[in-house]
Each structure stands twice: as structure tokens, then as C-alpha cells.
């Protein structure tokens, strides 16, 4: 899938305020400085669709872009660690907790990853809660081009074996690169693949 039209509709806390769910929609989510705007700006051809930042916690609000007329592209805030007080990351992790579980069209939840990084327990814990939620969500490891091929292939194995200490079958995963560009194809011939109804 190429992406042609990428056009910023609204921000918002509140579900209810959300673009009507007539579409497929697919949300972005991760820790902070994942690398989230760098991701969905290279997957878009867009440089400054999504708000980059150096400092954790930037997106505060449930951000939806429509994509070729088609589909949804939500960037959330991220979770974890973030330069704000506590009472303001609950807010937000209700937000997206109330986004996640109640609305109807989320397609896919794609979790993203630093690839740099050993497993992480609030990464961890926030998977397990989806697939208890039943939510559907894959997973995008991010920032490969900072590791050697064979790093990368070792902390990927890590991750795996970590995983399956909970998780009868890995969820679906990508290997990403917002500098490279590499794994884009992959990712949104996968949302292609969704948004396409089986006969």
C-alpha cells in the first residue's frame, strides 16, 4: 500500500469527540521516545504530520489522521515514564484506556518498541492486558538502524523468549526503521490486508 493523502481531522481526550467510527482505524502506541512521530511521519511522507519531540510525554491527545480517504492512522499518548505529574500521566492512561476498549473500529493496535532495549516490564504488562482485553495489536520493534544485524537478531530473541513465557503463539511483529524506512511496506501492506474483507 502506498499512502497518498494524509490529512490531520482532530485532537481530543474525549472518545465521544472521536471521527465517526464508519472506517477502519489503527492506533499507534509506546513508551515515550519511542519513536512513535518519527514512524508514522516516514510511513506517511509526511516530515511534521506527527509532532516530534526530545522530550517524553509531547502527545497529550488522542490525534486522528485520515488516510486516503480510507482509514483512520491514530497517534495516543504514550505510557510509562513521561516529565509530568502524576495525576496528569492517570488522566491520560484512562484516556487511552477508555479509547482502547470502546471504540468499535480499532482495526489494530500496533505496540511499539524500542529494539534496543531488553524487554521491558510496563511493555510487557501492557500487552498482556490487551490480549486479556482481547484487543487486537501487533507488535513494532523501532530503531533497528541503530543496531548491527546480529544485535538486532539477538535482542529479538530475547524478546521472543520473554514472550512465550507468557503467550502461547507471538503476537504479529514488524522490524522498523523511521530513518531507513525499512519494515514500512511491510506494516501497511499488513493494515491493506485488514482493511480488506475476506470473500
Not at 115 to 121: N, S, W
Amino acid at each position: 500500500m502506498e499512502i497518498k493523502d494524509a490529512i490531520f481531522i482532530t485532537s481530543n481526550s474525549d472518545i465521544k469527540k472521536c471521527p465517526p467510527p464508519n472506517k477502519p482505524e489503527y492506533a499507534f502506541i509506546g513508551r515515550s521516545n519511542v519513536g512513535k512521530s518519527s514512524l508514522i511521519n516516514r510511513l506517511t511522507n509526511k516530515k511534521s504530520l506527527a509532532k516530534i519531540s526530545g522530550k517524553p510525554g509531547k502527545t497529550r491527545l488522542i490525534n486522528h489522521f485520515l488516510i486516503n480517504k480510507e482509514w483512520y492512522l491514530v497517534d495516543l499518548p504514550g505510557y510509562g515514564y513521561a516529565e509530568v505529574p502524576k495525576n496528569e500521566r492517570l488522566k491520560w492512561e484512562q484516556m487511552i484506556k477508555r479509547y482502547i476498549l470502546q471504540r468499535e473500529n480499532l482495526y489494530c493496535l500496533f505496540v511499539l518498541i524500542d529494539a534496543r532495549h531488553e524487554a521491558q516490564k510496563v511493555d510487557l504488562d501492557f500487552m498482556e492486558w490487551l490480549g486479556i482485553s482481547q484487543i487486537p495489536f501487533a507488535i513494532v520493534f523501532t530503531k533497528i538502524d541503530k543496531l548491527r544485524q546480529e544485535e538486532l537478531e539477538i535482542n529479538l530473541k530475547k524478546y521472543e523468549e520473554k514472550l512465550f513465557e507468557t503467550w502461547e503463539t507471538l503476537p504479529v511483529y514488524f522490524v522498523t526503521s523511521a530513518e531507513t524506512g525499512e519494515g514500512g511496506e511491510e506494516l501497511l501492506n499488513y493494515i491493506e490486508q485488514l482493511n480488506t474483507p475476506t470473500e
